[in-house]
């Protein structure tokens, strides 16, 4: 009643063969999901970039305005 079988591993196994098709679905599925989290980590390194970028012009604007008020 609290273990499996081997007639449930196989009816199991018979369910994922039938959803991934056995012909390398699985492994294509996992490389777009890597692709993907490599595609978030650029884009949150290039949101970092851009508020560096972003406080960078906003501490020189600031600066010359107290150059333009001195």
Do not use: C, P, Y
């Not at 890597?34 to 604007?61: C, V, W």
């Amino acid at each position: 009643m609290g273990s499996f079988s081997i007639w449930h591993l196989l009816i199991l196994g018979a369910i994922v063969l039938v959803m991934f098709g056995g012909r390398g679905k699985v492994s294509d599925l996992m490389g777009d999901f890597g692709k993907g989290i490599n595609s978030f980590k650029k884009g949150l390194a290039d949101g970092k970039e851009e508020q560096r970028t972003i406080s960078a012009e906003a501490s020189a604007t600031a600066a010359n305005k107290d150059k333009v008020s001195a």
